[in-house]
């Protein structure tokens, strides 16, 4: 038996929401044997395609939040220099924004920040963060995520003994605070199976692919249908609680 669907959804971007276009495709395989109480069956996959827009719209619900987000840069500092950068919606003419180019994913992000420095007092400074988007999918987490790599910092207003030092605790300070960065979680595209709460039956993505085409992220989500056992707490041997 085979059978496809498909969904085209848009929406302006809620923290646990998508936007842009999801088209399913869905065929039934023949079941396979795995280890242990599970026995698993190929179910088709998913095709999801996002776009800058809706990338963009998770930053800019990010960088607007009030107060902005800020991370904090070695020492503490003091009540009238804390030691931490703000991320900015645009900085000189540096706007925080996703770019899809060549088969990658990267980003420039506009900061703002001061530093209480040894000896030279409170600086007060301002930049951008060349990054990459390194994605993945965690499949024990079922959740398909962005590593944010900080290839370059650009500072100004900063003097030219600390601007090695200074450009280090920024990009150690994105690198902790921001990654991962989940994307999307396998559920949210995955069809409810018509059984009771407590059946064994459970749907489990296996994989997922992903190319970055012209300003399309395209990401091919395959999915399997697993019956086994549950554990006392209901969940399936193998699967997240």
């Known amino acids: ?36 109480s599970e026995d698993a069956s190929p179910a088709g996959e ?12 998770l930053l800019d619900a990010i960088v607007e939040l009030t107060p902005p987000p800020k991370f904090p840069l070695g020492n503490r500092g003091s009540e009238a220099c804390a030691s931490e950068i703000n991320l ?24 703002r920040g001061s530093y209480l420095a040894p000896v030279v007092g409170c600086v007060r400074f301002e930049g951008r963060a060349d990054t ?38 920024v990009q150690d300070a994105i690198d902790r605070r921001v990654n991962p960065v989940e994307i999307l979680r396998a559920e949210q595209v995955s069809t409810r199976l018509p059984v009771t709460k407590d059946s064994p039956l459970r749907l489990r993505a296996t994989e997922i692919r992903h190319e970055v085409t012209g300003e399309e992220l395209r990401l091919r989500i395959f999915y399997e249908i697993v019956r086994g056992q549950t554990s006392s707490g209901g969940s399936i041997t193998g699967e997240r609680r």
């Open 1 to 36: 038996m085979r059978f496809s669907r498909q969904f085209n959804f848009t929406s302006r971007v809620s923290a646990a929401m998508l936007s842009g276009a999801c088209v399913l495709a869905w065929a039934l395989a023949t079941p396979v044997r795995t280890p242990a």
């Open 46 to 57: 998913v095709l999801v395609v996002l776009n800058e827009g809706f990338l963009n719209a």
């Open 88 to 111: 900015a919606r645009e900085v000189k003419g540096t706007r925080t924004a996703v770019r899809f180019a060549d088969g990658r994913i990267t980003a420039p992000v506009a900061f």
């Open 132 to 169: 990459n988007f390194e994605l993945a999918f965690d499949r024990a987490r079922q959740v398909f995520t962005a590593r944010i790599n900080v290839r370059e910092v650009k500072l100004s207003n900063v003097p030219s003994l600390m601007s090695s030092g200074l450009t280090g605790l």
